[in-house]
């Protein structure tokens, strides 16, 4: 394994994210590399949001960039000097592997392993699985 100095970390507030994370940090200490804190809202979700759902949506946004901001503290306590926070919309499954990557320049991915319902896996493969397939460097699954 070489030495990594661009890591890309997707987030999404998930137990498993949060484990990401914590070896993210773990590895990214151990490179001296550039942390990466990427999160993709996706906006496949948005399409079938009824007006009486805004007040959750807003909640959710609330919390999520709660954990963002979470994160980028854990990261910063653990000691990481260069910490990049990405928020993007659109699909996670490519936007990760085929915008965001290639345009920080990540040599490593790291994700949980869950993101998406049993019914979606069987349609569309989990979002940890389409990395693992279209990533432009290495990847790293954590369950």
Known sequence: M???????VAVDGSDTSKTALSKAIEIAKRNGATLN???????????SIEAHNREKVEVDARQFAESLLASYSEAERAGIEKIEVIT????P?????????PRIDADLIICGATG???AER?????VSENIVRTAPCDTLVVR
Not at 37 to 47: G, L, Y
Not at 93 to 101: F, G, H, L, S, V
Not at 122 to 126: F, I, P, T
């Open 93 to 101: 499954r490519t936007i990760i592997t085929k915008d965001i990557a």
């Open 37 to 47: 804190i990427v999160n993709v809202i996706d906006t496949r979700t948005w399409a």
């Open 2 to 8: 070489g030495n990594y100095k661009n890591i890309l």
């Open 88 to 91: 993007e919309a659109g699909s």
């Open 122 to 126: 069987l349609l569309l493969g989990s």
């Open 116 to 118: 998406v319902s049993a």
